[in-house]
């Protein structure tokens, strides 16, 4: 198995510009998620979602879009990259337990810059 | 909202030495609770986790106890290895797994 994985793992991108961040999983899960790190910040959540069809905003979802057509890919898209928007991006998948939260397994991360 | 503190580090120890990496939450209901480790230039590993009040994880030599009264969650290790350098993130979730908050991370490096 794969596990997570996420294209591209590097992008630069000029202010204005757009574009999709895709991340695949090959566990069967039912969560999926989109966090980005800064320093000294962790991670903050960005949008999830809770199945195939379904997304819901987390944290900080100013600027993002995303879209789960798949029960396997989780979209992220950027419509007018800005500076701030600098960050590196972790996807993360986790099953659905009925006795609660399970672990997430994380992607390597994308990072990308906004000039 | 819920949230999660812990030290920021970094922390910087030499081989063998005792390791405690201090969290504590704030949280409705009675979250899980978990400790995240990143090797450079890698996506974040679980590295243990309890979902009740005194459950104690443990992985890898790493222990910690879920401590409801004090609201905390604190990473220890008895002996560090040099190959323990990363940041350590604790993290809750609540019950539904469809909110988990990170903390900042700290920054642990283990000198030979």
């Known amino acids: 198995n794969a596990g997570v994985t996420q294209t591209p793992k590097f992008r630069v991108l000029k202010t204005g510009q757009s574009m999709t961040l895709l991340c695949a999983q090959d566990m069967n899960h039912e969560y999926m998620y989109w966090y980005r790190q800064d320093p000294g910040m962790g991670l903050r959540l960005i949008h999830y979602?809770?199945?195939?069809?379904?997304?819901a905003k987390g944290e900080v979802p100013d600027g993002y879009n995303v879209s789960r057509l798949k029960k396997q890919n989780f979209l992220l898209g950027l419509e007018s990259a800005a500076p701030s928007q600098t960050s590196v991006y972790f996807c993360?998948?986790?099953?659905?337990?009925?006795?609660?939260?399970?672990?997430?397994?994380f992607g390597p991360g994308t990072r990308l810059t906004v000039l | 909202g819920d949230s999660v503190t812990q030290m920021e580090g970094p922390v910087t120890l030499s081989e063998e030495a005792f390791l405690t990496i201090n969290c504590t939450y704030t949280a409705t209901g009675y979250p899980s609770l978990f400790w995240y480790v990143q090797y450079p230039g890698e996506g974040l590993q679980l590295l243990l986790k309890a979902t009740k009040a005194d459950d104690k994880g443990s992985n890898k030599g790493f222990e910690a106890t879920y401590r409801k009264e004090t609201t905390s969650f604190h990473l220890e290790k008895g002996s560090v290895q040099v190959s323990d350098s990363a940041v350590y993130f604790c993290a809750l979730s609540d019950n539904y797994g469809q909110n988990f908050v990170f903390g900042p991370g700290t920054r642990l490096s283990v000198l030979p």
């Open positions: 979602s809770v199945g195939e069809g379904t997304t």
């Open positions: 993360a998948s986790s099953r659905r337990l009925a006795g609660g939260p399970n672990e997430q397994f």
